[in-house]
């Protein structure tokens, strides 16, 4: 055997080093029983930490039940708002406010989204100075605080340039901006994970970037794009922060419209509700949650069903 | 596009001069797309652009009333009152103490889910686990924040009595329920990490005898490192720019201290109720929505680069 | 194959949404008796709103033409917004500040304080709070910026032993509330000291505060006490001539000062030249026990009603 020869040093190497290490050592060294006792806590220990988060699931599903299941009716979701009948209001308006802004949002950010992730992986010049830039953005914007994003647009889109007034667009192209650093980047990782001999099988076959892109990489690259999708959705129809900025009115009892007419949507409207001093109205405010909650499952299931049905395996 | 009669040509050509190997002819769907796309991309550099402009205004406003080292270093934050004071470190220490409390949570809870669910977790309870944590996931803050108001707050009196409860905001309640919140994400960041380690450098250590204790904490974690402390990062920055549950739990005193039974303000609580408030416009209390929003983006921007830098430096594990 | 299935389901689904919205529309143009049509925009102060939604669904039960929507973005969200002129009318719980009325001058904007109830700001204490009376001077002893009191025990001239610690708890600073509770009682618009618990925008969390506190004091408009009169207790208020306690009574006859305020609503006169806002303004004045009564808030007096719908007709009249 060659003596003095060593792997090259690269961390993968390193680690592989380390493990083996310990694993001997351990092997090795540690008594028999103290051994199996480690082996069985430190899973017991890390069940306990996932325990925690599934408790304080449980804790605030039953909590929204106990506290507003008492005005879960068919009026919850069909009746507008009410201040004189407060034992009879509903969210119809407040849902309705909400379908708009999230539709609005789905229909921005799906070809916003994969087109900058596109644009980014498959067409820019991945070595200039400013594709770093983009990159570095895109991952800055999403960390800003949702109520910066109210400030913008409250000076850019209900006045500025594009003058849209306290209507349901201008809160949801002010959503659509906010989520939209997350779709780009889960698309974009998406993209990524398409193994490159997909796309040099349809360049060898003489498709163009864009035939490349259309019909082998998104379709490959589909269910990674589906679950940002639906991560920001799912976001988007919880925030309030800066939809109270941007004019999502608390009291409205004509059903939206998208570009006209005021608008309200269930997060704004509960938190209006749940700070009133009438008992019924914090009661009314409790079951709100459970629309919401109930609207949360309901998008979770179709995303699961989503990823199951396209998820690629390669 | 494959013809016959281009097979034809090209094999016929096959012998005879080259001809170089380009479009037959221009494409101009594909530049006019290409272009679309690049629009897509710059969207995001307008964006920040605008909220840069629409923070830079108001801000440039309030430095003419208020100097930079009274905002930046002072400890009194009372522009609204008569002996006014702009000083924003009890904001900045009210952001600080919910990033605390919400970690001390996240990270052990969602570093356990994490790794009990990629090393040791049956597939069986993993595919029922994970679409619960999501559900934790969606759950909108407004939610989250009443519930830390009305249930958490009472119960942790209960629990914990010996502390000194004086109001039914409490720092300390608001950053568990944002803890609480974000163990989905850490989670699900950290599970994607592990996941990527290759599964030979596991099967190698096992093959060597050991157990999974080692293998998940001397094998695994560390190389799923990067990943992990992106996971961290990403989530200190969502807790920063936490506004819904702070505002509904966390109080409104700014207040600099440490105790977590006490009130505080957060930067983004601030903001939220100030813009919301009653606040007539063109005062010098308006433009503290500005300056405080431009300090929030400025720190958001700096923890951002710190995790993209971190990421970076570890990445080339494997490629 | 797939993808193109996607994209037809998302087209399919906007559109539907679409056709949902121009049904939509066609309800609220269908005219009601009366034949009264329009919108009519209110935004401003959260302690306003109330009122103002009432008044703005039983105007519509009776005119079904006609929408009003209610915003809130606070007093002085809600003035910015109307010197703007994208609002019709500003709720407001104080008076418009010199700074706003002046912006609204420069755009043109005249417009009338118009009042459409009273309040009784109300100091709340613990049920188990010895104390039934304080003076101004003492409220003023207990807020006042420089104050150091932090026992019941240290308040001057008080008429029971009461050693307990003092828990303060206040509305947000940029609540009218607050404005007007400091000017009140301190002289100063934002003369406070600064080391109580500030609840925010919820008043909720400041009844549970005094609620659970012995030593706790917190100050409210009057709905909120009214709700909870069975959790916390309201001091009677002496500012000279004995003790008055807050009341629907003592508010309109003023003789609860100097903590009686009045709820305000400023209508544009641009605004008001169109019917619809004019009949929802007397309407709001004319029906206003009716409405305040929904909520649990103070109505106008007789003399103050007539004398708003004075201003009222004064005010179209200028415009029109």
């Given amino acids: ?314 | 596009m494959i013809t016959p009669r281009r097979i034809a040509a090209a094999s016929a050509g096959a012998g005879s001069p080259r001809r170089p190997l380009a479009a037959s002819r221009p494409r101009y769907g594909e530049r006019v797309i290409r272009a679309l796309l690049a629009l897509c991309a710059g969207l995001s550099v307008v964006v920040t652009t605008g909220i840069v402009l629409s923070l830079l205004v108001g801000t440039v406003d309030f430095f003419r009333v208020v100097p930079v080292t009274d905002f930046l270093f002072g400890t009194r934050w009372a522009p609204s009152f008569s002996d006014a004071s702009f000083g924003v470190l009890p904001l900045v220490a009210g952001t600080a103490n919910i990033v605390l409390w919400s970690m001390l949570v996240a990270v052990p809870v969602g570093l356990s889910s994490a790794i009990y669910l990629s090393e040791y977790a049956p597939a069986r309870l993993r595919k029922v686990v994970k679409p619960m944590l999501e559900v934790l996931e969606g759950i909108p803050t407004v939610a989250i924040g009443l519930f830390a108001l009305l249930f958490l707050r009472p119960l942790l009196e209960e629990l914990l009595p010996f502390l000194p409860w004086r109001t039914p905001h409490s720092v300390g309640v608001a950053g568990v329920a944002v803890g609480l919140m974000i163990v989905p994400l850490v989670a699900s960041v950290a599970d994607d990490a592990m996941r990527a380690v290759p599964r030979s450098l596991r099967e190698g250590a096992y093959a060597l005898g050991a157990g999974k204790l080692t293998v998940s904490t001397r094998v695994v974690f560390p190389a799923a490192i990067s990943g992990i402390v992106a996971a961290f990062v990403l989530a200190v920055s969502r807790a920063i720019g936490e506004t819904m549950v702070v505002l509904l739990a966390a109080g409104a005193s700014p207040n600099l201290t440490f105790l977590p039974t006490e009130s505080v303000q957060t930067m983004t609580a601030f903001i939220g109720q100030t813009a919301t408030g009653e606040i007539a416009t063109g005062t010098i209390d308006y433009y503290t929505i500005f300056a405080v929003g431009a300090l929030l983006f400025v720190l958001t921007l700096m923890m951002n680069m710190l995790a993209i830098r971190l990421v970076r430096r570890f990445r080339e594990v494997y490629e | 194959m797939i993808a193109k299935k996607w994209w037809s389901a998302v087209g399919v689904g906007a559109l539907a949404l679409t056709l949902a919205a121009c049904g939509s529309d066609d309800d609220t143009n269908g005219g009601g008796a009366g034949a009264l049509s329009g919108t009519v925009r209110l935004d401003g102060s959260s302690t306003v709103a109330p009122i103002a939604e009432a008044a703005a669904e039983l105007f519509m039960t009776e005119h079904s033409g006609v929408q009003v929507p209610v915003a809130t973005s606070g007093t002085g969200g809600g003035f910015e917004k109307f010197c703007h002129g994208e609002t019709d009318i500003s709720n407001a719980s104080r008076e418009i500040k010199p700074e706003e009325a002046e912006r609204c001058e420069q755009n043109g904007i005249a417009f009338e304080q118009i009042t459409v109830g009273n309040d009784a700001l109300t100091v709340v204490v613990n049920k188990d709070n010895p104390v039934d009376c304080l003076t101004v001077a003492q409220l003023h002893q207990i807020w006042a910026p420089d104050s150091t009191v932090r026992n019941w025990s240290e308040i001057e001239g008080l008429a029971v032993d009461f050693d307990e610690p003092l828990e303060l708890y206040g509305p947000g600073t940029d609540s009218g509330t607050f404005g007007y509770f400091t000017e009140a009682i301190n002289g100063e618009e934002g003369a406070q000291r600064t080391d109580y618990h500030n609840i925010g925008e919820d008043d909720n969390t400041g009844i549970i505060g005094v609620e659970g506190t012995r030593g706790g004091m917190f100050y409210v408009g009057y709905t909120y006490y009214a709700e909870n009169a069975d959790r916390v207790k309201a001091l009677q208020i002496d500012s000279g001539s004995g003790c008055v306690a807050p009341s629907e009574q003592s508010a309109q006859d003023g003789s609860y000062t100097p903590l009686s305020r009045g709820l305000f609503i400023y209508p544009s006169s641009t605004a008001l030249t169109r019917a619809e806002v004019r009949a929802f303004v007397e309407f709001f004045i004319n029906h206003n026990e009716q409405i305040t009564a929904v909520v649990g808030a103070i109505p106008l007096t007789a003399e103050q009603k007539q004398e708003m719908l004075d201003k009222v007709e004064q005010l179209a009249g200028a415009a029109g």
């Fill in chain 1, 1 to 314: 055997m060659a003596t003095g020869t060593r792997p090259p040093r690269t961390a993968r190497t390193r680690l592989a080093v380390a493990g083996a290490r310990a694993a001997t050592v351990g092997s090795l060294t540690a008594p028999a029983a103290g051994r199996r006792v480690r082996e069985f806590l430190f899973p017991a220990v890390l069940f306990l930490g996932l325990s925690v988060a599934l408790t304080g699931l449980a804790a605030l599903i039953i909590w929204a039940v106990v506290q507003g299941g008492e005005r879960v009716n068919l009026g919850l979701v069909t009746n507008g708002p009410s201040a004189i009948n407060p034992e009879q209001a509903g969210y119809r308006t407040a849902i309705l406010g909400s379908l708009w802004v999230i539709g609005g949002v789905i229909v921005l950010i799906v070809p916003l989204g994969t087109g900058a992730a596109i644009y980014l992986e498959e067409f820019a010049d991945r070595t200039r100075w400013y594709h770093r830039l983009f990159e570095l953005n895109i991952q800055n914007l999403a960390g800003v605080p949702s109520i910066v994003f109210g400030i913008l647009g409250l000076a850019f889109i209900v006045r500025g340039p594009l003058q849209l007034g306290f209507v349901a667009a201008a809160g949801s192209i002010t959503v659509a901006l906010l989520v939209l650093p997350t779709v780009i980047i889960a698309a974009l990782e998406a993209i990524r994970a398409v193994p490159s001999s997909v796309r040099q099988g349809a360049m060898a076959l003489g498709a163009t970037k864009w035939q490349t892109v259309w019909h082998q990489v998104l379709p490959a690259a589909r269910s990674g794009i589906l679950t940002g999708v639906i991560l920001a959705v799912a976001r988007a129809i919880g925030e309030a922060a800066p939809l109270l900025l941007v004019g999502a009115v608390t009291f409205t009892m004509a059903d939206p419209s998208f570009f006209e007419g005021s608008y309200t949507t269930l997060p704004v409207q509960i938190y209006d509700w749940a700070r009133r001093p009438q008992e019924e109205l914090r009661t009314l405010a409790a079951a709100g949650i459970l629309v919401m909650l109930a609207l949360v499952l309901a998008m979770n299931s179709v995303a699961v069903w989503l990823r199951n049905r396209y998820e690629q395996k390669w």
